[in-house]
C-alpha cells in the first residue's frame, strides 16, 4: 500500500499570502489529521477530518483551516501568513481516527513552509 | 489536560551502548502510549505502541513498557547502532489525536 503522501514538499510564501497544503491518506483511511511542527513549540495538533466533518480541533487561530473530500484526501489552508507559520507541516491518516484511541497514525514526510 | 513529558536532549552514546529515554504522562483515564521516530527530512514512523497497562511495545530491538503506576513509558534499547540515529517522540492517544513530547535527539557515534 502506498503511504501518506503531502504536496508540495516545500514552500515558500511572503507575510499576508495564503497557502493550500495537500495530504492524500493511506487507501482506505477515512481519518486525516494535521499537525505542526516547530523548533520551539514541538508537534501541535491542527484539526482531525474524518467523513468530510472536521471531528476535532487544536488551539489554532481561525486562519489555519482545512477540509476533506469525499476520497478522504485532504487539504489545509494558512490565511495571512505570518512569519511564526514557519514549519512542517504534517499530515497523518487512519482508519477511525478520534472513534478509536488506539489506532495508530501513519504519518505523511510533510510539507516544510518558510515565510518571509 | 493530558500531556507527555520526555527527557530532552541531544543524548549522545557509542555503538552498542544501552539506551534509555524516558517518558512520563499526565492522562485521565487509559491512554495508548507511542513511540515516534523522525530521521533528518522525514516524518514521523511508529516505533512502537502499547494500549493498556503492563503492555510492553516492541520493534527493531526497542521496548517500551506502559506503566500505570509511575505514569511513564520508557523506551529502551540494549545495543544500539549508527543507524538509530534521529529523533525519538513519545506521544499519547487522547480523543484521535496524538499529544507529544518535545523529542529526544539521539546521536550514535562509531
Known amino acids: 500500500k502506498a503511504g501518506v503522501t503531502q504536496t508540495p514538499r516545500y514552500l515558500i510564501k511572503t507575510r499576508g499570502q495564503q497557502v493550500t497544503l495537500s495530504c492524500s491518506p493511506i487507501s482506505g483511511h477515512r481519518s486525516v489529521s494535521w499537525y505542526q511542527q516547530t523548533p520551539g513549540q514541538g508537534l501541535q495538533f491542527l484539526f482531525e477530518y474524518f467523513s468530510e466533518t472536521q471531528r476535532n480541533k487544536g488551539n489554532f487561530p481561525g486562519r489555519f483551516s482545512g477540509r476533506q473530500f469525499s476520497n478522504s484526501r485532504s487539504e489545509m489552508n494558512v490565511s495571512t501568513l505570518e512569519l511564526g507559520d514557519s514549519a512542517l507541516y504534517l499530515c497523518?491518516?487512519?482508519?477511525?481516527?478520534?472513534?478509536?484511541?488506539?489506532?495508530?497514525?501513519?504519518f505523511g514526510p510533510g510539507t516544510r513552509l518558510l515565510v518571509l | 489536560g493530558n500531556s507527555v513529558t520526555q527527557m530532552e536532549g541531544p543524548v549522545t552514546l557509542s555503538e552498542e551502548a544501552f539506551l534509555t529515554i524516558n517518558c512520563t504522562y499526565t492522562?485521565?483515564?487509559?491512554?495508548?502510549l507511542f513511540w515516534y521516530v523522525q530521521y533528518p527530512g522525514e516524518g514521523l514512523q511508529l516505533l512502537l505502541k502499547?494500549?493498556?497497562?503492563?503492555d510492553k511495545g516492541s520493534n527493531k530491538g526497542f521496548e517500551a513498557t506502559y506503566r500505570k503506576e509511575t505514569t511513564s513509558f520508557h523506551l529502551e534499547k540494549g545495543s544500539v547502532q549508527v543507524s538509530d540515529s534521529a529523533v525519538y517522540f513519545c506521544?499519547?492517544?487522547?480523543?484521535?489525536?496524538?499529544?507529544f513530547g518535545k523529542g529526544t535527539k539521539l546521536s550514535v557515534k562509531p
Open positions: 497523518a491518516s487512519s482508519l477511525a481516527g478520534s472513534g478509536n484511541s488506539q489506532e495508530t497514525q501513519y
Open positions: 502499547a494500549t493498556k497497562a503492563d
Open positions: 506521544a499519547l492517544g487522547s480523543q484521535g489525536n496524538l499529544i
Open positions: 492522562a485521565t483515564g487509559y491512554p495508548s
